[in-house]
């Protein structure tokens, strides 16, 4: 057992309380732990080979022994938080946030703050409310903040010096702090101090405090500014009359962490109760855990653990928190809390009563949670998503996943699609379509010294003389430099419009196309800010996965689950592309070539067909005959553009003579 080669150092370890790190053979951490007496707690592992396959598997690869003295057990509870956060540890139980849902961000850590999308909570130094569930409700809410409140949504760096205010102030939706005579910092902080509030769940006293609010701008005659004030309060009021709540005053502010484990992992929900009322449920996971043991359930105390030390890791406790079990430390994890809170913080086991009934209501959710994770199709999608963040070395697994495609023929009615998938399975509801417009959306390169074959149809062009290109790298390339511009186009509209609606970015994006592709896709990125961003290309034909740090692409097996869940999202955004093409040339076919000239709508054009019965009898008629039927100025229009038309085609043979028999 490598662990014995330890002994030694083992003996020597100080009876002091710490924190121990054990290393593999390649230097990674794989175990973080923390302990009252560090001799004692290290040396009971000399003796723990047997005990279960988690800590054989453990003990089977430690190599390194670390250790870091602390002053008190607490001290070492919050450096054994901050190290698993850090180092990730694969024989910690790692939980994650449900990614599901978003969270809402107010930037407190910038002298003027804004509401955004956030996908991920963090400790920046800012303000977290959520998870919201639907998603819907997240985006919203931030209206409601922009509304009620008048929080900023631009991007702007603010200075008070800006002559005059924007639009947003002008219907209301910001209290313009840009413009200092019009809100001054003081100003703009209350404001949004109530957005916090109103994000807090803390309606009752934002209530309060509107209406104060509301009374000394009456007293001051400042009527119209009472009225949008009372205004925000009737909707505050709304909201809180209308939110499905479990409402007991007894039981204030408090949170209760229900679990369910099984094989496949664990999932805790946490349902965190603020002034009597469910205002949050928060859902963790962990499926790392199973792929370790081999199948074996990890434990419910060591789960729990877990999760209240990486919950409150970027939160603030309430009071009281309730647990289904107890925890090892139970008092020093108490005071890490409360020094982080500033207040006292208590951890019980409920057994009766309504705060039974809280924890109850949290574990139900827990087993309706794991059901619903770790069904065989769920877990299916899991696998695949695991293989790609694997593949692709992403930090995470890729939830939300974006694709594009273009679509054209011969370079006319070029459009774009994007389809997302989320945890493996696709959200219509968030499909976006494009019609490319051409123009600068970044800067152009040409394509690569050995351009792509075109795939289908779509990708072919006429030629200068008029065959269908595909037969050579002359007649490809045109329409390549075409399909870059507008992959580029598309890619910088969708996440330039991201970026102003202050959402956060997809896990992983994927290009229908090679190199060439994924190229103009990163230069979009670079345009606006965004190179982190993950992309990869993905070719048909050979299905080779291109990325931009690997000369060579990435080769999946045939029935590779990561492989099959890229063609499925490929073929869609292809699908969806196809039919949104299909449709605008349906409408370009019955568009009328009247439509086109200055001065001819829809009477005047009925007018033209009725008297002359065709386009081709209009484009022979003369001035004279246009005259009566359009008045002078629109006929010289419709002279001249057929005229412009006329110079304008190239003069290619139509019909050929035939030699009859």
């Keep these: 057992m490598p662990i014995r080669d330890l002994k030694a150092q083992i003996s020597r370890l100080p009876e002091q309380p710490g924190v121990y790190l054990y290393s593999n053979a390649a230097g990674e951490t794989i175990y973080i732990g923390r302990a009252r007496a560090l001799r004692d707690r290290v040396r009971s592992y000399l003796s723990a080979y047997g005990s279960s396959p988690k800590t054989n598997a453990l003990l089977d690869e430690v190599t390194r022994l670390e250790v870091i003295v602390t002053d008190s057990l607490v001290e070492a509870l919050a450096l054994e938080s901050h190290l698993i956060k850090q180092r990730m540890p694969r024989f910690n139980i790692l939980l994650r946030d449900d990614k599901n849902y978003p ?22 130094g800012n303000y977290y409310a959520g998870p919201f569930l639907p998603a819907t409700l997240a985006r919203k809410t931030m209206s409601l903040t922009h509304k009620l409140f008048g929080v900023r949504s631009c991007n702007e760096v603010i200075t008070g010096r800006r002559d005059r205010a924007c639009l947003e102030y002008d219907i209301k939706r910001c209290v ?37 609010q509301m009374a000394a701008a009456s007293e001051a005659l400042r009527y119209e500014e009472a009225a949008q004030t009372r205004d925000a ?43 009597g009322r469910v205002i949050e449920r928060v859902e963790l996971v962990t499926d790392a855990v199973a792929g370790e043991l081999g199948g074996e359930a990890p434990s419910t105390e060591d789960t729990v653990q877990a999760a209240v030390q990486q919950f409150y890791a970027v939160r603030v ?5 309730h647990l289904p079990v107890e925890i090892d430390d139970r008092q020093e994890v108490e005071d890490w809390l409360a020094q982080a809170a500033d207040r006292k913080v208590r951890i019980s086991v409920p057994k009766r009563g309504d705060k039974r009934g809280l924890l109850d209501l949290a574990t139900r959710n827990a087993v309706l949670g794991y059901r619903t994770r770790y069904s065989d199709e769920a877990m299916a999608r899991g696998a695949a998503l695991d293989e790609l963040r694997a593949a692709l070395g992403l930090p995470g697994l890729p939830r939300r996943i974006e694709c594009f495609d273009i679509s054209t023929i011969q370079g006319s009615e070029t459009v774009g699609s994007m389809v997302v998938c989320e945890d493996g399975r696709m959200t219509r509801k968030a499909y976006r379509k494009f019609r490319v417009r051409g123009g600068d959306w970044g800067a152009k390169r040409t394509p690569p010294e050995e351009p792509l074959s075109p795939r289908g149809s779509r990708r072919r062009r006429r030629t200068a003389g008029g065959t269908t290109g595909g037969g050579g790298d002359a007649a490809v390339e045109p329409r390549l430099l075409d399909d870059f511009a507008s992959m580029r186009e598309v890619v910088a509209r969708r996440y330039r419009r991201l970026l102003d609606e202050g959402g956060p970015p997809p896990d992983l994006v994927v290009i229908d196309g090679g190199k060439g592709q994924l190229s103009a896709a990163y230069e979009a990125f670079a345009t606006l800010g965004q190179s982190n961003i993950v992309a990869v290309g993905l070719a048909k034909k050979e ?4 990325t931009r740090d690997a000369a060579e692409p990435i080769i999946f097996e045939t029935n590779s689950p990561a492989l099959l869940l890229l063609q499925q999202i490929r073929d869609e955004a292809h699908r969806f592309a196809v039919t949104y093409h299909r449709a605008a040339r349906t409408k370009r076919d019955f568009r009328s070539e009247l439509d086109d000239i200055p001065g001819v709508g829809a009477r005047r054009r009925r007018a033209l067909l009725t008297h002359f019965g065709s386009v081709a009898s209009i484009r022979r008629a003369t001035r004279e005959e246009l005259v009566p039927v359009l008045g002078a100025k629109v006929a010289d229009a419709v002279l001249s553009h057929f005229a412009e038309r006329q110079a304008s085609r190239v003069d290619l043979p139509v019909d050929l003579p035939v030699d009859l028999p």
């Design 103 to 124: 969270y809402l961000q107010l930037t407190t850590a910038e002298a003027f703050p804004r509401v955004m999308v956030a996908r991920r909570v963090a400790r920046d």
């Design 543 to 546: 299905e080779l996965v291109f």
């Design 176 to 212: 313009a702090p840009c413009v200092e005579a019009l809100c001054t910092q003081e100003q703009y902080a209350e404001a949004v101090e109530h957005a916090r509030m109103f994000l807090d769940g803390r309606n009752d006293e934002l209530v309060r405090k509107l209406k104060a």
């Design 233 to 275: 309060i009737k909707t505050v009021e709304t909201l809180r009359d209308r939110q499905q709540k479990m409402s007991s005053v007894r039981l204030g502010d408090r949170d209760a962490f229900g679990i369910k484990t099984g094989p496949a992992g664990a999932v805790v929900q946490v349902f965190q109760m603020r002034g």
């Design 317 to 321: 406790a309430p009071p009281e928190v």
